[in-house]
């Protein structure tokens, strides 16, 4: 079993940073992807950047330039780096691994949740 827990959201005021990170814990012996998804209130959720194995990169169109999606497979972390944040960034992150445990194959794997919040 593989546990994600995201951390690193709150208020913020538009223009400023915030940087997310998501760990995996559990029987985790390979994550092949990662990504950051989010969901507006009212709206569905959305893909906003994810990362391979290989560490390539791809961006939602909004978020193009201003987010920075990382990881650092020593720690089995994935982290969103947010910069020049407006109130439509506002939402509930998630982060979802690809990941692979000793005997078993990759699992898709899902965070709790983590809330921003941008606003004056």
């Known amino acids: 079993q593989v546990h994600l827990v995201e951390s690193g959201g709150g208020l913020v005021q538009p223009g400023g940073s915030l940087r997310l990170s998501c760990v995996a814990s559990?029987?985790?012996?390979?994550?092949y992807g990662w990504n950051w998804h989010r969901q507006p209130p009212g709206k569905q959720r959305e893909l906003v950047?994810?990362?391979?194995?290989?560490?390539?990169?791809n961006y939602a169109d909004p978020v193009m330039g201003r987010f920075t999606i990382s990881r650092d497979d020593s720690k089995n972390t994935v982290y969103l780096q947010m910069d020049r944040l407006e109130p439509e960034d506002t939402a509930v992150y998630y982060c979802?691994?690809?990941?692979?445990?000793?005997?078993?194959?990759?699992?898709?794997?899902w965070g709790q949740g983590t809330q921003v919040t941008v606003s004056s």
């Open positions: 559990g029987d985790v012996f390979s994550i």
């Open positions: 950047a994810g990362i391979t194995i290989g560490n390539h990169t």
């Open positions: 979802n691994g690809d990941i692979a445990g000793r005997g078993t194959g990759s699992l898709d794997y």
